[in-house]
């Protein structure tokens, strides 16, 4: 593992080097692969192109979330930001890397959020993705077959629609099991808490270890998104617009209107304390999903049929 972090300080130093006017690329990829964005922009967008597909990427974005969090307890994983200086390898080696504000972050850094969580809930998009092109191409009707039955076998079977109590549930068991897990842990005289502290130590500005990057503030999104689907898909606005097929336009405005909600909620100031802040980001998490799925729908469709009804009546 040494060697391996030892290899990407080099890569990371050439490329912030020699390579330095590509910074704001490499930033901006970061941000498309940040694990939040799934909620922000893959999975409105998603959902908006097929419910189905868009219903998957937030199933599989929750459990693989969770999921991430509970083996970084386990792998104990170092971030470069804080090796760099604990292992002695500035002694050895004269140059630095930079710091960003997207690399101080507060949890372990194996298994990577940006591969295992991304990677994951972007698999139906792409699955979705190559099924209509081996559709649309057509280049024989085996291949188009072909096409078609990969992408049944490898599109993900998530639930759908069930009863209001599986998804309080599902809620119940993720932040359940995740104390049952760290208080276990705590008890066998892990410290938990070890990466939290390189992460003060160690980081450049205090300004930039924002508490919505600590282990926790996963737990509490998906849990309040799980609760949060359950309650759209079952609210009345859902229930007037599951029925009614949106056009290209009518889903380009959804997006365009849910970019407009989701984008402020996602910045509204967080509570100076730990716990006031895990209570409101469980609740602006469940909020999410009711404003995708439910909201915003109906008000583009009840829209759209008030400026649609004089055109009927003429």
Known sequence: M????????????????QLAWLENVWLWVTFLGDPKILFL???????????????????????TEWLNL??????????????????????????????????????????SGHCMITGAALWPIMTALSSQ???????????????????????????????????GLTALALMLG?????WTLFTLGLDLSWSISLAFKWCERPEWIHMDSRP??????????ALGLGIALHSPCYAQVRRAPLGNGQKIACLVLAMGLLGPLDWLGHPPQISL??????????????????????????????????????
């Open 178 to 182: 995740t104390s049952l897990i760290y």
């Open 2 to 17: 040494e060697s391996t972090l030892g290899a990407g300080i080099v890569i990371a130093e050439a490329l912030q080097n």
């Open 216 to 225: 926790f503030a996963s737990l509490s999104r998906d849990s309040g998104a």
């Open 133 to 167: 092109l081996a559709t649309r191409t057509r280049s024989c009707c085996h291949s188009t077959l072909l096409g078609a039955v990969l992408g049944w076998l490898m599109t993900p079977r998530v639930p759908v629609e069930r009863e209001l109590s599986f998804y």
């Open 277 to 314: 802040f895990y209570i409101f980001n469980f609740l602006k998490y469940t909020l999410w999903p009711c404003l995708v799925l439910a909201l915003v729908p109906w008000v583009v469709h009840m829209f759209s049929a008030q400026e649609a009804a004089p055109i009927h009546s003429s």
């Open 70 to 111: 509970v083996f970084k307890w386990f792998l104990f994983g170092d971030r470069p930001f804080w090796w760099v200086h604990e292992s002695g390898y500035y002694s050895q080696a004269p140059v630095q890397v930079h710091q960003f504000p997207s690399s101080c972050e507060t949890g372990p850094g194996s298994p």
């Open 41 to 63: 922009f893959y999975f409105p967008a998603a959902y908006y192109a097929s419910r189905r597909v868009g219903i998957a990427v937030l199933w599989i974005s929750l459990v």
